[in-house]
Every structure is written in structure tokens, then in C-alpha cells.
């Protein structure tokens, strides 16, 4: 990509980004797009949710504790064998093989997006490959953000529009969520984590 797409084709393409267009049908297990053009991707949860059925085929299977990392996307259960809590790296926006922090957890899952992996340069400028779904541009003002719940798939689901919402008002909705917590580190490096967070 060399230049961001023209303002009237976001336009257009806006008006597709709509889940009121889009039918389910539980009895006949179909899905209809009201909208010529439409799509659903699901790259927002497809980390999470292998995760957690892994662990839960694991459960199933007998296997007490565990941790089961899909491309970053990891959930734990149970403790390591000496009977301690998991203990995970968050990774570092600017260095995403070197975390900046570390969290004991356990029957925990944890989610990251960021625009550290994923991104263009564009006149010199760089853009998130998360697009904002009200104005169909490139998500700014937030590096990564990193969420904490028991279930992998909500927390992949969560870690998307988290980034996108603006950190006031992520916090406010993570700290109003029963089990969701929250890392969130900003442009400029500062970081924000929801109420019950304790870094390392």
C-alpha cells in the first residue's frame, strides 16, 4: 500500500460496516448479508478461539494444568508443575520479542493487538492495520492493547475494539466488566491498565 485510500471510497464502504445487515438463521444454521459487498472476517476472535478449544480438549482429556499459546494469544489453567502460577511476558510495542512487564496468572487468557506487527508506512507516517469502523481509517493514539479474562476467545474479541474506542473509554467499560482487565500503552508510551492491574 502506498497512500491511503480516497475519503469517498471509505464513504462508501462505511456503509456496509453494519451488524444489523446481517441475518442469522439458528434453524437452518445460515448466514445472510443484506448488503452487496459485505463481509465478515473473523481474524478478531479465530486466535481465541482455537486457543480455547485446545484447552478445553485438553481438560476433557484428563490434562490438569496447562498453557496453550496460539500466535501470542494465550490461555492457562491449572499451575506450573512447582505449583506456581503461570508467569507471562506483555510484550513491548517497541520490541515485540522483549516484554516490558511480567504477570503470575493462571485459568487465564490473555489477547494483544497492536500496530507494532501489522502496519504500513505511508509518507514517512505509520498506520495501524486496525481500521476504525465509524470513520474507515487507520486506529491512532494507542499501541497495543492487552486483555486478561478466563475465556481466550472474549479476550481476542475484546483486544480490537478496545484499541479502537478511545483509552477513557476503554477503561471505563473494562472496569464495568466482571473478569476483563486491561493493559493499554499509548502513542506516546504511557501506560494505562484497567483497576485491578498490579505490573510487575
Known amino acids: 500500500m502506498k497512500q491511503l485510500p480516497d ?12 451488524y444489523k445487515n446481517i441475518l442469522l438463521n439458528r434453524e437452518n444454521q445460515t448466514v445472510f448479508l443484506k448488503e452487496k459487498g459485505m463481509r465478515i472476517g473473523f481474524g478478531g476472535i479465530g486466535k481465541g478461539y482455537a486457543a480455547e478449544m485446545a484447552k478445553r480438549l485438553l481438560q476433557k482429556r484428563g490434562v490438569i494444568s496447562g498453557i496453550v499459546n496460539a500466535s501470542g494469544d494465550l490461555t492457562t489453567w491449572g499451575n506450573q508443575a512447582d505449583g506456581k502460577p503461570w508467569t507471562i511476558g506483555i510484550a513491548d510495542p517497541e520490541n515485540a520479542k522483549q516484554p516490558f512487564s511480567y504477570m503470575n496468572i ?14 504500513v508506512h505511508i509518507n514517512g507516517k505509520k498506520y ?3 481500521i476504525n469502523p465509524k470513520t474507515g481509517m487507520p486506529v491512532s493514539g494507542v499501541k497495543s492493547v492487552t486483555i486478561f479474562c478466563p475465556n481466550a476467545e472474549i479476550a481476542d474479541a475484546m483486544a480490537t475494539p478496545v484499541s479502537i474506542m478511545g483509552i477513557d473509554s476503554a477503561l471505563n467499560m473494562v472496569n464495568q466488566i466482571n473478569h476483563l482487565e486491561c493493559i ?3 502513542d506516546q ?7 485491578n492491574i498490579n505490573l510487575k
Not at 508510551?189 to 483497576?195: E, L
Request: glycine fraction near 2%; aromatic fraction near 8%; charge should be neutral.
Open 128 to 130: 495501524s492495520h486496525t
Open 184 to 186: 493499554i500503552i499509548d
Open 7 to 18: 475519503p469517498e471510497l471509505i464513504k462508501k464502504h462505511l456503509k456496509l460496516v453494519n
Open 106 to 119: 493462571t485459568d487465564m487468557a490473555i489477547a494483544t493487538s497492536g500496530n507494532y506487527e501489522k502496519f
Open 189 to 195: 508510551d504511557k501506560i494505562y491498565s484497567s483497576q
